[in-house]
């Protein structure tokens, strides 16, 4: 196992053998990287490597890696990149070399190098969580952008500029009121940032017009804009206090990030002052986010004692004045960087991290706490997330919609603003309540309850149609009921997919005041033996009885008019007798069962349902032997065929009532 060598170590190690080659130059460099002037160190150092010979193989691999460590921080990846494989190609000494490069080769989507680098680097630190899960998220990240989850995410072109905009925040009661931060300005001579090469970033808003469309963003020209950095608003429940980061550049010491308040009064935003979380002006505190009931502030901080990196804490706040510090713990915060917290509800925070298993850079995660305190975190997956930055995320209240700020695809490293939005799935049934007639029935009751809580009652409209809305995933019973009619029952589940989808289920009722035709009920040519084609009829009477526990039907047969009256009277009986025999068997009560042989003593009546299927029968027409005897051959032969039947009518309504 080779020595893992620390930073600090080289460091050392180099002021050691190339005092003699430093220049005032590679120095102004280091002090600009060291005061987190990023931007101008990384231009510093390009023009030392240019000038250094390849001949110095040691110095130009220092200077390459210090070059890679700026560009990443200012979100220039790909000539990170680059510095990185100059890095390594001059042995560079220091392993983290192979951590950093599989970052930003993950950050630029090239997963398979990045999963490369990280075994590397685990060969040095075999228990490095960020190589672990970067591993891990390299191998998800192609998984995830191939299955996508239902959201739909916008470039938010209208909002968006040249320069960059990030950290987007809702403000109003409905949400109609979008602050961010950009880098945007209409001063051309206004001085660029040594730390991001950028314009110091300044607020901005966007409002709605009274049609709901949101119109162009406007620098906000009140004293909370000042000449330095400010970024990530968060506002308190009542939307008069407006939390914020806010970075001042001094012309020497590092650059600290704080946390800074605004009051709002006549519309307009106030001078920012400091929150005074801790005392000290060293300890970075910055992306504040206000709970939702306005007794916590959750933030981040670079304090002593966290995971590593950055990681989000909160204090509870109390009037001008914070509780102590509470790291949200290991479940939240790792040894990366946690950052841009957003506070849901009470058990949902949103933040990004390039810690946790991820696309590439940060990715926008959701933790949830449980009943017993215990967070449990979970990607939010492409598209909301890429191998880009994603982070800093808003939502319009409950619903599944919002914006974020991310720079993906742009080649400058530039954050812009996105739009996300989780369609609705529709699921539902619908469907028309009919009697056997194909009639349909105006005011029948259709019930559904379901597993989920649903104990749903509607009425058919005029042309007998019902709907109702029911949710993925559940097991549900219905049932069809109308006055004069037994009652009929279904069963759905519906599917766990993630779609739109429409059950179509239509009821026909069976009338109590009339006989009802069996359909499909066959026996054997002049015989009382059922069929086998018989039994799914069959078995549905079963299921009608026994949803109608309370009724008792005689079991009719008819014969044509063929052979004689007490043949066809016979045959008729033991035909009725074998279907009442088959749902006895079925576990219907012989008593609420009687079995009739009608043979040809009553002719069907004619329907409207049996008239549109005949062109040659009338609603009201009799089939006796006299009408069909009329016929052609042909239609004899269908209306014999229509005689031939079996029917139910209902006897009682109040078995086992009394």
Request: aromatic share 12%; glycine share 8%.
């Amino acid at each position: 196992m080779k020595r893992f060598l620390s930073y600090t170590f080289i460091i050392y190690v180099f002021l050691a053998s190339f005092v003699s080659c430093r220049s005032a130059k590679l120095s102004d460099a280091e002090e600009k990287q060291r005061i987190g002037e990023y931007y101008e160190a990384a231009a510093i150092y390009r023009r030392v490597y240019t000038k250094t010979s390849p001949k110095k193989r040691d110095l130009r691999g220092y200077v390459a890696f210090r070059m890679a460590e700026c560009n990443r921080m200012i979100n220039s990846t790909a000539k990170a990149v680059s510095g990185y494989m100059n890095a390594l190609r001059y042995d560079y000494p220091d392993s983290i070399l192979y951590l950093r490069l599989g970052q930003m080769q993950q950050k630029n989507g090239r997963y398979a190098d990045a999963i490369k680098h990280y075994d590397a680097y685990l060969q040095y630190d075999p228990t490095s969580v960020l190589a672990f899960n970067g591993v891990e998220g390299s191998q998800k990240a192609l998984e995830w952008k191939a299955n996508p989850t239902r959201y739909v995410v916008k470039r938010m072109d209208k909002f968006n500029s040249r320069r960059g905009e990030f950290s987007p925040m809702l403000l109003g009661p409905d949400y109609d009121q979008l602050y961010f931060a950009s880098s945007r300005s209409k001063d051309k001579d206004q001085k660029v940032s040594a730390i991001t090469g950028q314009n110091n970033n300044n607020f901005y808003v966007i409002k709605k017009d009274e049609q709901g469309n949101w119109l162009q963003p406007e620098e906000l020209e009140d004293e909370v804009n000042t000449e330095f950095d400010e970024g990530t608003p968060s506002f308190t429940p009542d939307g008069n206090t407006m939390y914020y980061t806010y970075c001042t550049q001094a012309p020497e010491g590092d650059r600290t990030a704080e946390i800074y308040m605004s009051s709002r009064s006549s519309a307009k935003w106030g001078k920012g002052s400091k929150v005074e979380i801790l005392k000290d002006s060293v300890t970075a505190l910055a992306h504040p986010s206000v709970s939702l009931d306005g007794r916590w502030l959750y933030f981040v901080s670079d304090a002593v004692g966290g995971q590593g990196g950055k990681d989000i804490f909160r204090a509870r706040i109390n009037g001008n004045d914070f509780g102590p510090m509470e790291n949200l713990g290991p479940e939240i915060n790792t040894e990366g960087d946690e950052m841009f917290p957003y506070v849901r509800d009470s058990v949902t925070l949103y933040f990004a991290s390039n810690g946790h298993p991820g696309m590439g850079g940060l990715d926008i995660f959701r933790a949830t706490l449980d009943s017993t305190e215990h967070w449990h975190v979970e990607n939010m997956r492409s598209p909301i997330n890429s191998n880009g930055d994603d982070f800093g995320i808003t939502f319009e209240g409950v619903h599944e919609r919002g914006f974020f700020s991310s720079n993906r695809n742009d080649a400058r490293g530039y954050d812009h603003l996105y739009s996300f939005e989780l369609p609705i799935i529709t699921v539902k049934i619908e469907g028309i309540v009919f009697d056997v007639d194909e009639v349909p029935i105006e005011g029948a009751t259709v019930r559904i309850v379901g597993r989920d809580g649903l104990n749903a009652k509607v009425l058919t409209m005029k042309n007998g149609e019902y709907e109702v809305e029911l949710e993925r995933d559940i097991r549900y019973v219905m049932m069809a009921s109308a006055r004069g009619f037994l009652n009929q029952n279904f069963e759905l589940k519906t599917g766990a997919e993630e779609k739109n989808e429409t059950y179509i289920v239509d009821f026909y009722l069976s009338p109590i005041t009339k006989p009802v035709v069996i359909e499909n009920i066959f026996y054997d040519f002049d015989k009382a033996t059922l069929r086998p084609e018989s039994k799914a009829a069959l078995d549905e009477m079963i299921k009608m009885l026994n949803d109608n526990p309370n009724v008792t039907i005689e079991l009719g047969a008819h014969t044509d008019r063929k052979g004689t009256d007490k043949y066809n009277e016979g045959l008729a009986q033991r035909r009725a007798q074998s279907v009442v025999d088959y749902l006895i068997a079925g576990g219907i009560a012989p008593d609420r069962l009687e079995a009739k042989g009608y043979g040809e003593s009553v002719p069907k009546v004619i329907n409207k349902k049996m008239a549109r299927e005949h062109d040659f029968l009338h609603e009201g027409d009799t089939l006796s032997a006299p009408f069909i005897e009329k016929l052609t051959p042909e239609q004899q032969e269908i209306a014999d065929q229509i005689n031939r039947r079996t029917e139910f009518k209902v006897l009682r309504t109040n078995y086992n009532l009394f």
